[in-house]
């Protein structure tokens, strides 16, 4: 019997079982705790699986990984000889991706064997060759790294069904146009293609029409989604490494002090770890996920409308159709995979005339899907700088003196007073109070970690080549072959982005496209640039000041 407390059991929505996945394909997104396909994966899966070309637009965290990557393990051949075994080469524009990409299809992979190889520049050739040796299913890698590996025939591309081009309109602004014809080139006439990017500009057209048969055109997002009443929420973003998120999540939490809130997560993983980090800092967190039976869920559910926890951490599924009147916060751990999503999850505070707040943690490479979010909603979202250590301390001071103050206002201390009382022959009392607040602050977890600010800023373009006889070389570094600088200064001696990027404009003289990821650390910061810059630049930066003090500058030692 349905009622009031009921929660939607995950089975009700169709999740991955309806995609004709490879049964142990399954196994594996149930152990990484996926619920249910994004929008992408629902969209772009079965194309791909009726062996259909596809052009898809989908920035990062859209799920677009496992989109492609899924249908890729259906046409493996583990057992075929190295040299044909190869079976999907996936082009991505930088060596993160290829990394990470690599370990997304290792593990949706994993119960079949399928192995997958990173291929890029800067790593050395000897061990790639070694593995595409051995023999490999899925070839992941950068359009340079992939044309000198075949111009040296070091990998064989014959056994090719489907080639994925990942972010091809990165790898176009990285000037990458003519490798990947290059590549393609050798691959087989008979082939599956797949394309992928942010945006679908005319340059992206033109490489689809001379590249892909009749593909099937996925747009996610492209209808503007009502917003409805979320002119009343405050909508606060955090860019925060991953690394970062569960301690940054903590502090932003601690700085805001919700009510009640509901913290969105992708994965059933990610819902119980974070469950247990935030119960471990204090709060009484309950998960609610599709792996709960339902009389569970209904007691999550009750704990939650009661007030006896304050935080539900959930999945989308876990949470579509509860009826929660209202919390005061809405947390995306992670920006949802579609606008649509973010507009109904923040719904859900900010109701009935009452104000709301929604946070989003983003990772540096999803701010692409911040700007998403704000077009398609039409509203701002602001960028904080997640609290530091000092913002928590403060906060803590004011939480304790609000605290004191109630309670010295409801009374009833009579028994405390003798306490007073006795230490009063021996300490001055002011003293005797601070101790007392000091103990009292004492129970709040310590967190004195440091949490870098990151500052993403759009490496749309590579800085102008000189001249056309200089293009080759210079092409092939900035963007991706990028060189980071270490400045011996950061929030401490209040450094902000903007006085790095004007900086390195003003005394190296180049344009701020060519100053890519600027991530400040308490006491240093770190700036990527083209490593064809890098000399020019620290010089640059080593003749002047910065704030007003001469700071230490030269090539991070970490790469
Ligand atoms: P991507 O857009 O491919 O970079 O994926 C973004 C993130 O979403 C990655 O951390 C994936 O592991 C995660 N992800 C992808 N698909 C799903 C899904 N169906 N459910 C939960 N998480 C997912």
């Not at 630049?537 to 003749?543: D, F, K, N, Q």
């Amino acid at each position: 019997m349905p009622h009031r407390d009921a929660v939607p059991t995950p089975e009700a929505t169709p999740g991955f079982g309806s995609l004709n996945l490879d049964p142990r394909v399954l196994t594996a997104l149930s152990a990484l705790g996926y619920e249910e396909p994004t929008p992408i994966q629902r969209s772009a899966i079965p194309h791909l699986l009726a062996g259909r070309d596809v052009l898809a637009q989908a920035a990062t965290g859209t799920g677009k990984t496992a989109a492609f990557a899924l249908p890729l393990l259906h046409s493996l051949r583990t057992d075929a000889p190295p040299r044909e075994r190869t079976s999907a080469l996936v082009l991505v524009p930088t060596r993160e991706l290829a990394m990470q990409v690599a370990e997304a299809i290792y593990r949706y992979g994993k119960p079949m064997g399928a192995v997958a190889l990173p291929i890029y520049g800067g790593a050395a050739m000897d061990g790639q060759i070694r593995s595409l040796k051995r023999g490999v299913d899925i070839v992941i890698a950068t359009p340079g790294r992939a044309l000198d590996h075949i111009r040296r025939r070091t990998i064989h591309l014959a056994g090719v069904r489907t080639v994925v081009l990942d972010e091809a309109d990165e790898m176009l602004d990285m000037g990458f146009a003519e490798d990947l014809e290059a590549i393609l080139a050798e691959t087989p006439t008979e082939k599956q293609v797949a394309l992928f990017s942010a945006t679908l500009a005319p340059r992206i057209s033109a490489i689809a029409q001379t590249h892909l048969r009749n593909p099937e055109i996925i747009r996610i997002d492209s209808a503007a989604v009502k917003a409805g009443n979320s002119a009343k929420i405050r909508q606060v973003a955090y860019v925060v490494p991953r690394a970062h998120k569960m301690l940054a999540l903590g502090r932003i939490l601690d700085v805001e002090q919700p009510k009640s809130a509901i913290v969105f997560c992708r994965t059933r993983t990610e819902v119980d770890e974070l469950t247990e980090t935030l119960n471990a800092r204090g709060y009484h967190a309950e998960a609610l996920h599709g792996g709960l039976s339902q009389e569970q869920r209904d007691r999550v559910m009750k704990k939650f409308r009661a007030h006896v926890s304050d935080l539900l951490i959930a999945t989308d599924v876990a949470a579509r159709g509860l009826d929660v009147q209202h919390v005061s916060h809405v947390v995306n751990y992670d920006v949802p995979a579609a606008a649509d999503a973010y507009v109904h999850r923040i719904g859900r505070t900010g109701r009935a005339g009452r104000t709301g707040t929604a946070i989003t943690l983003a990772e540096p490479r999803e701010q692409r899907m911040l700007a998403n979010i704000e077009r398609v909603t039409g509203q701002k979202v602001e960028i904080a700088p997640v609290p530091t250590v000092a913002d928590l301390k403060a906060r803590r001071l004011e939480a304790a003196q609000a605290a004191l103050r109630e309670t010295i206002l409801a009374g009833e201390l009579d028994q405390w007073r003798s306490v007073v009382k006795a230490l009063t022959g021996e300490f001055d009392i002011a003293d005797i109070a601070a101790a007392a607040v000091k103990q009292a602050a004492a129970s709040a977890v310590s967190d004195e970690q440091e949490i870098p600010e990151t500052v993403v800023r759009e490496r749309s373009r590579p800085p102008k080549p000189e001249s056309a006889t200089n293009a080759k070389v210079k092409r092939v570094k900035p963007g991706w072959a990028a060189a980071r600088i270490y400045i011996g200064g950061g929030r401490k001696v209040k450094i902000r982005a903007g006085d790095l990027v004007g900086a390195i404009t003003g005394e190296a003289g180049v344009d701020s496209t060519a100053v890519g990821a600027i991530t400040i650390f308490d006491r240093h910061s770190i700036v990527e640039v083209p490593e064809t810059m890098v000399g020019e630049i620290i010089a640059a930066l080593s003749r002047t000041t910065i704030k007003g003090k001469k700071l230490q500058v030269r090539r991070d030692r970490a790469v």
